[in-house]
């Protein structure tokens, strides 16, 4: 069996997925995957999954912006050469939106095969109701359901195996930590005005690390993520320190040797849950229930329709660290750090 992946964004939803292909691995180990992403994911993929027997590029987001140049033109036909050389039993769209339709129903399909996305929306859950005509096996969702447990839903409804609510799975995610530095990570950066988190807020929380004796990493991938980092890494002192930009899989090799991450709602947050760390995730608007990390008990999320105070996230932090030395207990990482009065 030949099986077809089409999840092109964004960062933490493609990592998301990544246990709905453990969960697919485990029901049909005889078949062999492919996947379709946006060009900037895809490196991360090719380098961290290594059971993916084709990874294909797709730039939809930058080919937007030139449609009819001959560049973009000749990009297209490349990739439609490569989506039609090999013939699929199954395309399961996971992206649920007409771009990611029209690149399912551009695959090849083996004889007897067929798609499958979702039959309808669930709540903040992206759905374009054409995509349910647009495949052999639409499938009928929740209206209320969890992302992470949609992807795996739709899975096992589309290959007919029951749907799993627990043992979530990252082991498809292959990362050797690269000269691990025990450094806690501040992911400040997203792509949403509405994901941010002050400042002075990060600026507090990072104090307060380093007077317990962490050091931080501040990441940055662009030049406006490179100033916050500056400012951030002036305001919390010589303790931290901001990260060159660098690649995904290297950022993920970095990340790996963190003793833990603070984040906001972004895809490097949940990078962060699929390497196992210890992690406290900031949201500030009402996505929580259904982004939020699932099933480790030191992997929270805080906030929601408001951003957190410095308290609560401090708080979590504290309890999630607890928790993970409790459960993995090292002598290199820094000591629990006590409650402040």
């Keep these: 069996m030949r099986l077809l992946i089409v999840k092109l964004s964004s960062l933490g939803d493609v990592i ?6 453990h969960d697919m691995r485990k029901a049909r180990p005889e078949a062999t995957f492919d996947w379709v992403v946006e060009e900037a994911f895809a490196p991360l993929l090719q380098a961290t999954v290594p059971g993916l027997a084709r990874v294909i590029p797709v730039a939809q987001r930058r080919w937007r912006k030139t449609p009819f140049s001959a ?8 990739f439609s050469e490569l989506l039609a050389s090999e013939a699929y039993d199954a395309v399961i769209d996971f992206q649920g939106l007409i771009k990611s339709a029209v690149i399912a129903r551009r695959a090849k399909l083996a004889p007897g095969g067929w798609r499958a996305t979702y039959g309808n929306g669930s709540e903040d859950c992206g759905w374009e109701w054409p995509v349910r005509f647009m495949v052999q096996k639409p499938q ?21 195996y029951a749907p799993r609510e627990d043992g979530i799975c990252y ?10 530095d025990h450094s806690v990570m501040l992911v400040h950066g997203t792509t949403r005005a509405d994901n941010e988190w002050p400042l002075a807020r990060w600026a507090e929380t990072g104090r307060l690390l380093a007077s317990q004796g962490y050091t931080l990493s ?9 100033e916050f980092a500056r400012q951030l890494c002036d305001a919390i002192g010589p303790s931290a320190k901001v990260l060159p ?8 090799q970095h990340m790996a040797g963190c003793v833990g991450v603070i984040g906001v709602d972004s895809g490097l947050s949940h990078l962060a849950v699929a390497l196992n760390l210890p992690h406290v995730q900031i949201f500030s608007q009402p ?7 699932l099933g480790s008990p ?35 990482a820094s000591p629990i750090p006590p409650v402040p009065a």
């Design 218 to 226: 501040v990441p940055q991938a662009n030049t406006t993520e490179a």
């Design 287 to 293: 996505r929580i229930w259904r982004a939020g990390p």
């Design 71 to 78: 560049a973009v033109r000749a990009e297209r036909a490349r």
């Design 298 to 332: 030191y992997q929270v999320a805080v906030g929601g329709a408001v951003a957190p105070e410095v308290d609560t996230v401090w708080q979590a932090w504290q309890s999630v660290w607890s928790r993970h030395q409790a459960l993995h207990p090292s002598p290199a």
């Design 140 to 160: 009928p969702m929740p209206p209320r359901i969890h992302s992470l447990q949609r992807y795996r839903r739709l899975a096992a409804l589309a290959l007919g």
């Design 16 to 21: 998301q997925t990544l246990p709905a292909l």
């Design 245 to 252: 930009r660098m690649g995904l899989p290297a950022l993920a």
């Design 171 to 180: 082991d498809e995610l292959s990362v050797k930590p690269e000269h691990p």
